[in-house]
């Protein structure tokens, strides 16, 4: 670990001086601000780093800021008290919340400088001294709660455009890896080799496709050709986490290039298995292809839009055609009206349900909620294919709190399988004589939308009982 002069030093050898950079402390969050200010007057180091840094140098908002200090997390507990909470198990973290349960609630995320971790164990062998685990099985780093000081945290950051320093009292940007000439030149370059860091983190290339999609910035070759090679490493990050990464990548307004990236680097086949045999059939491919691009256009558009988007949505339309897969047996959904008849004289739709979820779940563990909500979407899509549609019924499904949303999805397997347009059009009628409109927004030419203001919740009534 460096000296304070030596830390001094190695600063010095990479600061961009106030004027030579667009950061200024006006463009960051104020409570991010009083995070660095509040830790500095504590006699500790902090800075603004990584994302928020990078998106200002490309002349865009940042959501979220992350501070990076020498503070270990139970000190920045202490600091800050009842306003910071530590979470995360892999590497512990401190969450600094400004706002809290109000609209303007804000989370700034502080986390130490990373150390070399000299002493590591393995998850069946412990050491008393060890500060890094690594999985015995998968080598892949399962917890790393070693701490440094700054010039080893450089090297633990992924990527050059992400190891960006702020200080925002000085106004000066430290840039360690040339990730200033990165983003001018838009690229994507790992720090270190390539293969160490992915054995270590497979998940890193994920992020590598996300903000390759995110940003528009292209993969160093060095970056990208272990991709090919290492994707089997993914088999052993956890569903969980496997889950969350997928939320960040499909759901943050740019789900159809973040899927074609995955696809050419063949990594589907390691987060939706099932899927991935279906989209390489030489039959089914091309019309799966095709509706997914619609979800994820109308996805990507809804985020545009400023509307939130679904998630448990997304998720069963990813899982709709192993589903419609599963269930042919008993019926094609995919051929347009169904014979009701053959489908609820039997259980058969909850067990085949039960078992694409269970499978998928080996890979990206859904949390229970979610999991009912895509059972009660594809049993409702199932519903509005059958034939005997009674009006008892149509009223039912019309009722159903998931209505809309299936609505969507129809037109969406209509865009991509002429077979369900009789199918769709049935409903356009019936949505007509019950004067409703649903306009799925992706359908739609494109055009500027003023942004619906959420309606303010009504003031409860007090009743006050006159006779006490």
């Known amino acids: 670990m460096l000296t304070e002069n030596q830390v001094d030093i190695f600063l010095n050898n990479h600061a961009v001086m106030p004027g030579q950079h667009p950061v200024k402390p006006s463009l960051i969050s104020p409570n ?3 995070v660095v200010r509040i830790l500095n007057s504590a006699g500790f180091q902090a800075y603004i780093v990584g994302g928020a840094v990078r998106d200002i140098y490309l002349d865009a908002v940042p959501k979220d800021f992350d501070v990076a200090t020498n503070a270990t997390p139970e000190q920045v507990k202490n600091v800050f008290g009842r306003r910071a909470r530590i979470i995360g198990h892999r590497f512990r973290i401190v969450h600094v919340v400004y706002g809290f349960s109000t609209p303007k609630e804000e989370i700034i995320e502080v986390t130490t400088f990373r150390g070399s971790g000299d002493a590591v164990s393995t998850e069946n062998r412990p050491a008393k001294s060890a500060t890094r685990v690594v999985s015995e099985s998968t080598g892949i780093l399962v917890r790393d709660n070693s701490f440094g000081s700054i010039d080893e945290d450089v090297e633990r950051r992924d990527f050059s455009i992400n190891a960006l320093y702020y200080d925002p009292l000085k106004n000066i940007v430290y840039d360690f890896h040339g990730g200033i000439d990165d983003i001018r030149t838009q690229k994507i370059d790992i720090i270190g080799d390539p293969g160490t860091r992915y054995h270590e983190d497979p998940v890193r290339m994920l992020r590598a496709i996300r903000f390759s999609a995110k940003l528009g910035m292209y993969i160093t070759p060095r970056t990208s050709d272990p991709i090919y090679t290492m994707g089997r490493l993914l088999e052993g990050v956890s569903n969980a986490r496997m889950f969350d990464e997928m939320i960040k990548m499909l759901l943050m307004g740019y789900a159809r290039k973040t899927f074609e990236l995955m696809m050419t680097f063949n990594l589907i086949r390691y ?3 099932a899927l991935d045999s279906l989209i390489i059939d030489r039959n089914e491919g091309a019309r799966i292809l095709r509706f997914l691009n619609l979800v994820f256009d109308g996805t990507d558009l809804r985020i545009k839009n400023n509307r939130k988007p679904n998630s448990k949505f997304l998720f069963a339309c990813l899982l709709w055609p192993v589903f419609v897969l599963e269930f042919k047996d008993i019926v094609d959904l995919s051929a347009g009206f169904i014979d009701s008849s053959r489908v609820y004289k039997t259980s058969k739709i909850t067990v085949v349900m039960n078992s694409v979820l269970q499978k998928q779940a080996e890979f990206t563990r859904y949390p229970n909620f979610m999991i009912e909500d895509i059972k009660g979407l594809w049993y409702l899509l199932v519903n509005m294919q059958r034939r005997d549609l009674t009006d008892e019924r149509i009223a039912s499904l019309l009722t159903n709190t998931n209505f809309k949303a299936c609505y969507d999805f129809l037109q969406y397997r209509a865009g991509a399988n002429p077979a369900m347009e009789p199918v769709l059009q049935c409903w356009q009628g019936i949505l007509e004589q ?20 959420k309606p303010r919740r009504p003031r409860k009534k007090i009743i006050i009982n006159k006779e006490l």
């Open 32 to 34: 991010a601000l009083s």
């Open 271 to 273: 987060l939706f298995p």
């Open 434 to 453: 019950h004067n409703i409109r649903y306009d799925n927004e992706s359908l739609q030419p494109e055009q500027k939308e003023k942004p619906v203001k």
